[in-house]
């Protein structure tokens, strides 16, 4: 399982643009990347996933090179409900688990 | 629809005694999940589930914590002789199946759909 490094924290402003980037250097040619949020006192939910380039959706965006060996993820114009832990997963096209990291916990500030 | 729902939300036991924590899944979902997070860390994985077997179990920190899986359908993880180093949120997810499938635009991941969890205290 490819291994994922992120930040351990962020803060920023009402109406940044957030950016989240992720590492995984030993990512495999199928694997995809992922992204969950977690807000306090919540299980987590998935907001994004992406093989290459650029993925978007009404949440966030997400950017992959085309290495793959990191990927970003962008929160538009945050709010402070967007005060959460960020997962960064690596998803094998297999029939395996996923690991969850530490994640980035990211603090918006009025 | 109804989504994942665990049981109960919150359990304060004693060092030494059992505990059981319950959790029902999204209908129709075959894959299920135990995790486990401790105050301000990151998921702990604990085991899967792909119907009522359990193909991955490495995640079990020792042979005090045990789940079993019925009718396809609900989970009981146990946890005997409770320690206070069990103290945690366990959280509990549910997908469609554990595997992804297709490639590049085909690709359909099948996202974990999580609980609420349950706050375990032990004293």
């Known amino acids: 399982l490819a291994k994922t490094t992120q930040p351990i924290s962020m803060d920023s402003y009402e109406g940044q643009e957030v950016n989240i980037t992720c590492s995984h250097n030993?990512?495999?040619?199928?694997?995809?990347i992922t992204w969950y949020q977690q807000f306090p006192s919540q299980g987590p939910r998935f907001i994004i996933q992406?093989?290459?380039t650029k993925v978007t959706n009404e949440v966030a965006s997400l950017f992959i090179p085309a290495d793959r060996k990191s990927s970003t993820l962008s929160l538009p114009r945050v709010s402070l409900s967007d005060t959460a832990v960020y997962y960064c997963?690596?998803?094998?096209?297999?029939?395996?688990?996923?690991?969850f990291g530490k994640g980035t916990r990211l603090h918006i500030l009025p | 629809g109804a989504g994942v729902s665990q049981s109960p939300s919150n359990k304060v036991t004693e060092k030494g005694k059992d505990v059981e924590l319950r959790c029902d899944p999204i209908?129709?979902?075959?894959?299920l999940y135990w995790y486990r997070q401790s105050l301000g860390q990151g998921l702990e994985f604990l085991i899967y589930?792909?119907?009522?077997?359990?193909?991955?179990k490495s995640g079990l920190p020792s042979d005090r914590f045990s789940a079993e899986r019925t009718g396809g359908s609900v989970s009981t993880l146990t946890i005997q002789r409770t320690q206070q180093e069990d103290s945690a949120v366990y959280l509990c997810?549910?997908?469609?199946?554990?595997?992804?499938?297709?490639?590049?635009?085909?690709?359909?991941?099948?996202?974990?759909?999580f609980g609420p969890g349950t706050r375990l205290t032990v004293l």
């Open positions: 992406g093989y290459k």
């Open positions: 997810a549910s997908s469609l199946s554990p595997r992804s499938s297709g490639q590049g635009a085909s690709f359909s991941y099948n996202e974990q759909f």
């Open positions: 209908s129709g979902h075959t894959a």
């Open positions: 997963l690596v998803v094998p096209n297999r029939d395996d688990k996923i690991i």
């Open positions: 589930f792909q119907g009522n077997s359990a193909p991955d």
């Open positions: 030993n990512i495999a040619t199928n694997d995809y």
